[in-house]
Each structure stands twice: as C-alpha cells, then as structure tokens.
C-alpha cells in the first residue's frame, strides 16, 4: 500500500513511512493511492475473530505485507480485556428495537480516542526502535486528548511527551486524569493562559523547523493516518455486530468535531462494509452540518467558535475533512489546492451547483445539528426510558441517530466518552453526579506534576532544551 498526499505534492511513501509523520510535506494530508477492498466472503470470515484479530487484519490492508505479523503482534497486546473492559472491547447495547449504542468508551481515559491512541503508542515505540529514533511529542490539550495521548505514550521507550494545558480551565477531573500520571517520560506544562495560547505555542516551536528538527518534535493530533485507521475496525465490528444478516444496511451515528471518527466512518463503507448511511452530529459549532445540508462551507474563526457543553466537539476547522474533500473531489490534487489555497479560500468553498454537488449527494454522508437545551432533553430521556446516562457527546449523537432512523435499517449511534468526565453537565441535566468507575476513586486526591508557565514560547522552548531526548 503506497501513500500519497491530497496535494499531489509528495513521492509515494509507505504505511511505516507515513506512521510518525502530521502533515505531508506539501501540507496535505496523507490518503492511500487506492482504497483496499472487501469481498462478502471475508467480512463473513471477520465476524468470527476477536477484537484484536479483526484489527490485526483490517489494518493489514492499509499497510505492507511484510508489516502484517508485526501488527498483529501490537493488536494483540493492546486491545485485551484488561485495558478495555471486556473481550469484546466495543460492546453493542441497544437502546430500542432497532437502535443501539456501540460502547467506545471504556479505554483507560474513558473516552474513544483510547481505541486508536493505544495502539498508536505501541506502534511509535516499534518503529521507533526499529529506526533507532527518538520522539519529543509535543502536543497542546483543552482536556481529552492530552490525557488520552499521556496514557498511551507514558512508559514507552524513546518517546517523551511534552504536554500543553490551560491554567485552571480544565475540569478538576481532567486536570487530575493528566497532572497524575507519574512516569517520568510525561511532562505536563500548565500555561498561564486559553487553550489557542497553548495551541499557538505549540505551532510556534514546530513551526521552527530547525529547532523541530533538532530536538526531533512530533505530534499525535488526530490527522495522523494510523489513528484514522485504527478507527476503522470499530465499524466493522459495529456492522457485524448490529446486521441482522451479512450484507443488509447498518447505518451509524457519530458525534463530530475534528471529521477524524467520521472519516473513520466513511472509510469502512468504501472499502466495502455495507454501511448505508452516516449521520454526523455536530453541536453548536455546525460547520459541518451547514456543509452536508447545503454544499457550502463557510469557515468560521476562533472567535466565533462556541464554548459549548459538548466540548470535544467546539471546532469549527475539522482538520481530517480535507481527506474527505480529497474524495469528493474525484482525488483530483489540482482541484484541492484551487479549494484550499485559491484566492477568498481562507473564507471556504461552494459546490453547491457544480459537479461534486451530485457526489455529495451519493457519498452516504448526512448531519444533524443538537444544542444544549437538545442534550439535556436527551440525557434525561435517556434516563427516564432505562436509567442509562449518556455522556453530553454522545447524547448529541443521540439526539441526531433518533432524527436520522430509516425504517428497517439498524441505526448504531457511537458512544463517544463516560459521563463521569462532565459530571457539570449530567449534575445540570439529571440533578446527580455521575457514578464512577472504580479506577477513578479518588483521582483528585494523587499527587500531581506538573510545572507552571507563562504563556510564551520561550518558556516552554526552556523546558524542552532541558528534557528532550536525544538521538542516540
Ligand atoms: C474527540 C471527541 C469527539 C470528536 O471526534 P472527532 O474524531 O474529532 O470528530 C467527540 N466526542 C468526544 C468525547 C471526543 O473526545
């Protein structure tokens, strides 16, 4: 399997290539040179593996040969019953007759994001080591990801983790989750600012290449390839899981910020998986709703971006809609950068009346908008109907599964993180905290590290001459 980038700026590379790496060199976004497929036969054969096996070989298709025992071997060690829960690791609930709840969330950070970072650890450790490399993650967090990237990289040999968050905005049950990790490759750097402050710090020290290159900075943001992958299997087995036969419709629902779970989505249906639709939810920030509903997409700045209750999902700039973009457009690179980088694109783009309009139309993609008056509604009905508490993202999801429903095609809305990391919002909507997993008792009691800075690049620049690790 070769890789290219959505810009046509970037000499074919390979799945171990495109592994460590963000962006592509042209600043386009890596996508396969052409999509793998699967036959009916071999989508029977993935309903009788396990989580781990069914990974194993989904991610084969999307890398070499040669990589496949190595990747079976790291499915193996990352996706058991111990780190996630149970053997099945996504648990399929239902809901009501027709409409169930695919369980994501019950990975160390008690939010999705754990299914691909995992086992994205494991393969940074591996190829790491096969290079004879080292790695500097630096990353910048409003809460979720940080924790979920500390969890998966702490430990891990030749990779340290240097990690932004914003002074006092987090809630104390994020702040704990990530300032309580105690190995001695994580670093947590509490700025003295918002969460942009952060995240301009982090672009200001890899936007220096010399110094990025220097003291071998990477990042584990949500358009890396392997992430969008790992996310992938989750689909099938969701699929396989809700068909009442092998080859009727599953539709699925998914709670969207980034367009990362999504594309996820839209990937496992193109390679043959027969998912009729997906409907994405987007809260507040409806960029994208507003594009699947018109063909417009109007971008919207940080100002106009909302603090909503759903926040994993405040982004109004999904950075993996550019793959998706990519397709729409008949993988046309010319196209893309005349979208992206043309005159007025920093405003977005209309295909509404051009050609693509009709392949938006097929491409199986549809939206739905939820608020926060919406995802309070949900949580409590949710809670009325069988004593189930929804996390505020998933309720969003919820809330557009429900609108979206077709008669006689299984809707498998996706249960994006546990209600016990937005405890403000279920106290709001349902008058109670959350219950807690019992490896959460007490996390805002454990000592906590971390160091306070101002919120300039020079402070944190400081931090990583001192700590980085050094090539052999
Ligand atoms: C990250 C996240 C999302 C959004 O997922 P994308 O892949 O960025 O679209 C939704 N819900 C929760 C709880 C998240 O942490």
């Known amino acids: ?164 968050s914003p002074w006092g905005r987090m809630s104390e049950f994020q702040r704990a989750q990530m300032y309580s990790v105690a190995d001695a490759n994580v670093f947590n750097i509490a700025v003295e600012g918002t969460f ?44 396989l899981a809700a068909a009442p036969r092998l080859g009727d419709e599953v539709d699925f629902c998914v709670p969207s910020g980034n367009f990362g779970n999504a594309l996820a989505g839209w990937i496992a249906r193109r390679i043959g998986v027969p998912i009729g639709r997906i409907a994405i939810a987007t809260n507040e920030n409806d960029v994208l709703d507003e594009f699947f509903r018109t063909a417009r997409y109007r971008v919207r700045g940080a100002a106009q971006t909302l603090a909503t209750s759903s926040p994993s999902m405040d982004i109004s700039r999904a950075s993996n809609f550019e793959r998706f973009v990519f397709e729409l457009l008949g993988r046309d690179p010319a196209a893309l950068r005349a979208l992206w980088s043309g005159p007025g694109a920093a405003a977005g783009f209309d295909l509404s009346g051009t050609p693509h309009a009709a392949a938006l139309g097929r491409c199986g993609i549809v939206s739905g908008r939820s608020t926060h008056a919406d995802r309070l509604a949900t949580i409590r009905d949710q809670y009325a109907r069988d004593g189930r508490i929804l996390d505020p993202h998933t309720a969003d999801g919820v809330k557009v599964a429900r609108e979206r429903r077709r008669p006689g095609v299984p809707m498998v809305a996706l249960e994006t993180a546990l209600p016990a990391k937005f405890a403000v919002t279920i106290r709001e909507a349902l008058g109670f905290d959350p219950p807690r997993p019992a490896a959460f008792l007490g996390l805002e009691a454990r000592p906590q590290r971390f160091v306070r800075v101002p919120a300039e690049a020079g402070s944190v620049r400081e931090i990583l001459l001192q700590h980085a690790a050094l090539p052999a």
């Open 1 to 164: 399997m070769r890789y290219v980038s959505t810009r046509g700026g970037m000499e074919p590379a390979g799945f171990r290539d495109v592994l460590l790496e963000g962006l592509a060199p042209d600043g386009g976004l890596v996508v396969p040179s052409e999509w793998p497929t699967v036959a009916p036969a071999t989508l029977a054969r993935w309903g009788t593996l396990d989580y781990a096996g069914l990974a194993a070989e989904v991610l084969a298709r999307f890398a070499d040969p040669e990589d496949a025992p190595w990747l079976g071997e790291l499915c193996r060690a990352t996706y058991t019953a111990g780190r996630f829960g149970s053997a099945e690791v996504t648990p399929l609930a239902t809901l009501e007759p027709g409409l169930h709840l695919l369980g994501l969330s019950n990975g160390p950070t008690l939010a999705f994001k754990d299914l691909a970072m995992q086992l994205l650890g494991a393969l940074f450790e591996g190829e790491l080591a096969r290079r004879g490399e080292v790695l500097n993650v630096l990353g910048a967090t409003s809460g979720d990801t940080g924790s979920a990237a500390e969890e998966a990289l702490r430990g891990r040999a030749g990779i340290r983790v240097f990690m932004l």
């Open 196 to 239: 942009d402050d952060c995240q301009d710090i982090v672009k200001a020290l890899g936007g220096d290449l010399a110094f990025k290159r220097e003291h071998r900075l990477g990042a584990v943001n949500s358009i890396n390839w392997a992430r969008v992958c790992a996310q992938v299997v989750y689909y099938v087995r969701g699929y």
